[in-house]
């Protein structure tokens, strides 16, 4: 999908996922746990994403796709307008990696606790063939960046605490000059102020770099600050995608509905009987229900919605929504 700017020209979106889809456990003559089902999503330079949805819901895996950690099993991952999914040890394979960082939820499992952090850091350069100096001069660099000092290099990880060694798993991330970093939960172990510091310095990197970010978190209030649009997962799909103010202000699908009712804004004059209680569990991945995968959760389902899959179409500019009656809520 091409976005057009503002000139009117149109220009290829700087990462895109295709009809991606994903199965744990696939063999010959089996079909897998359906982990994402035809997701299609792009990400434009500068730019933040926000991806939400419960536990389960494929967004940790759809982050690892866009990164190429995960092969997909279907579709296509393009960074630059170029197919990524399936190639070999290449230059263009060796640049991809280079410009598409993961920030993970666990700092600790990017780095080595056997190694001072700044060996750690620097091994994304040793990778590429940096020479030493350089990599010293950039490892420098980027603990600058992060608000570290560069005697942090020298230490171990348990020296640090757990917002500075998400710093460092940062610093890791940055050291390669990426283009996309992919935030899984980058913010949810540590206490609300050291939240703060880290989310105020990632938009301080992202105005002076230009980096896109795919943002994925449980945390709606810090998605709603941070993201420009915001995707909604249920089951392994994308159910709703839409500028991030149009989403909070105006959702259109139920499962949007009920996710956003759970948050209560600080000092928000909430009426009894406004938040909407989900009932029943999340079904399983390895159980999708016919029809929309809400059906079996949804208030407003009919025989309809349990026959037909909604396909995701616009409702207004930019934002789309998988649902055969968006906007309703009774």
């Known amino acids: 999908m091409s976005d057009t700017q ?5 220009s290829e979106p700087l990462l895109e996922l295709s009809g991606i ?56 991952v393009r960074f630059e307008g170029r197919d990524m999914t399936h190639q070999p040890k290449s230059a263009d394979l060796k640049a991809f ?12 499992g990017s780095l080595n606790p056997r190694l001072p952090v700044g060996s750690s850091i620097e091994e994304p350069l040793r990778a590429r063939g940096v020479s030493r100096a350089d990599r010293r001069t950039r490892l420098s660099q980027v603990l600058e960046e ?54 105020n310095l990632l938009q301080e990197i992202q105005q002076r770099d230009r980096i896109a970010y795919l943002f994925i978190s449980h945390n709606l209030g810090v998605v709603r600050h941070l993201s420009e649009r915001v995707a ?4 392994g799909s ?5 500028p991030s103010q149009q989403l909070f202000e105006a959702p259109q699908h139920p499962y949007s509905m009920a996710l956003l009712s759970s948050v209560l ?20 991945p390895a159980d999708v229900p016919t029809g929309c995968p809400f059906s079996s959760r949804c208030w407003l389902a009919d025989d309809h919605c349990r026959s037909e899959r909604p396909a995701l179409t616009e409702q207004a500019p930019g934002h789309l929504t998988a649902c055969h009656k968006p906007g309703s809520r009774s």
Not at 97 to 108: C, I, S, W
Not at 159 to 164: I, L, T, V
Not at 238 to 242: P, Y
């Open 6 to 10: 503002l000139d009117g020209t149109v």
């Open 21 to 76: 889809g994903h199965e744990f456990g696939r063999r010959p003559g089996h079909s897998g746990i359906r982990a994402v089902d035809d997701v299609s999503l792009t990400l434009n330079p500068g730019e933040t994403v926000g991806l939400v949805g419960e536990s389960g819901c494929g967004k940790s895996t759809l982050g690892r796709i866009a990164t190429r950690l995960y092969r997909p099993t279907r579709g296509a």
């Open 97 to 108: 990696r280079r410009a598409v960082q993961m920030v993970f939820q666990d700092p600790n």
């Open 146 to 199: 992060v608000g570290l000092d560069a005697t942090a290099a020298a230490r171990y990880p348990h020296e640090f605490s757990g917002g500075q060694r998400q710093r460092l798993a940062l610093a890791r991330a940055l050291a390669p000059q990426p283009s996309v970093i992919v935030l899984d939960e980058p913010t949810s172990a540590l206490d609300v102020s050291i939240q703060a510091q880290i989310l």
């Open 232 to 235: 909604v997962m249920y089951l």
């Open 238 to 242: 994308i159910v709703e995608i839409a």
């Open 265 to 284: 804004e600080p000092g928000a004059d909430t009426e009894p009987g406004e938040r909407i209680v989900l009932k029943g569990e999340l079904p399983s």
